[in-house]
């Protein structure tokens, strides 16, 4: 196989001998310096070719490391002394004093409870 002819580096402009395997592809000398220079224009002109790839490669990363959702906080249920026989019939005064005792274990839920009994007192009230 006969040898390649001479060609100037695209890079440091020496002329140079290419690689029998690269042939007329070759474009660079294999001098270091320029094979470092040649890579990074090589990648460069690869990221401006595509550049969905690097935002999209990050997306992928983010979602494979993100944990797990958190298990939910296991609680005791507010009211879980209070008699059914109470709880299921409407409140009376008796009832919301066993609301105001249970009211010291979860203050939203008897709030809320006290709440609309208030409410519906006045409206009993206003007929």
Known sequence: MPEARKRP????????RPNARVG???????NPECQTVR???????????NPGYSIAWRI???????????EPLRMPPPLHRLPWD????QPTQVDRNVINIARYQDHSLADRVCKAQF??????AAR
């Open 86 to 89: 109470v709880a299921k019939d």
């Open 60 to 70: 992928d990363q983010r979602a494979a490391v993100q944990p797990e959702a958190p």
């Open 9 to 16: 580096c695209t890079i440091c402009r020496r002329w140079f």
């Open 119 to 124: 409410v519906e007192e006045i409206r009993i």
């Open 24 to 30: 007329d592809r070759q474009r660079a000398c294999g």
């Open 39 to 49: 890579r990074q224009k090589t990648q460069a002109d690869w990221r401006n070719r």
